[in-house]
């Protein structure tokens, strides 16, 4: 089988990063947003952990049951699905949810559970594959 193609956001992430994700959540409720372009694998700040939840939930839920044949989705349709259906909820009182969508899925590209395929326009995600 020949290797997998990863975009430049795939993970893995540093340990020390999981550490801090762990204490965040611990400590404070929340989520260290991780990135794979960074140093030490961290974006530098934190989302709430019902909201990173709910959306994390969503990601995978779209690309499971909407993907295209190739198992890939539209970034685009996962940030209209979001906004669909958590446009008024409480957990999203700013209503506009295109950020924590894609945050989220950046987060979760370097976490390895999701990943963009390259050079794609639109982008497109799909799960996590073996290699």
């Known amino acids: ?59 995978l839920e779209m690309i499971d049951s909407h ?3 190739d198992g890939t989705i539209k970034l685009q349709t996962v940030v209209d699905a979001a906004q669909d259906r958590y446009g008024r909820h409480k957990l999203f009182p700013k209503g506009r949810l295109t950020n924590y969508v894609r945050y989220t899925k950046t987060d979760m590209e370097a976490r390895c559970v999701v990943e963009r395929i390259p050079r794609r326009s639109p982008q497109r995600i799909t799960r996590w594959r073996s290699t």
């Open 67 to 69: 993907a295209d044949d």
């Open 1 to 59: 089988m020949a290797d997998i193609e990863r975009d430049e956001h795939a993970g893995p992430v540093p340990d020390s990063a999981w550490e801090a994700d762990r204490r965040a959540r611990e400590d404070k409720g929340r989520v260290e947003v991780f990135n794979a372009t960074r140093p030490g694998g961290l974006d530098g700040w934190t989302m709430d952990l019902d909201q990173y939840q709910a959306v994390y939930d969503l990601i």
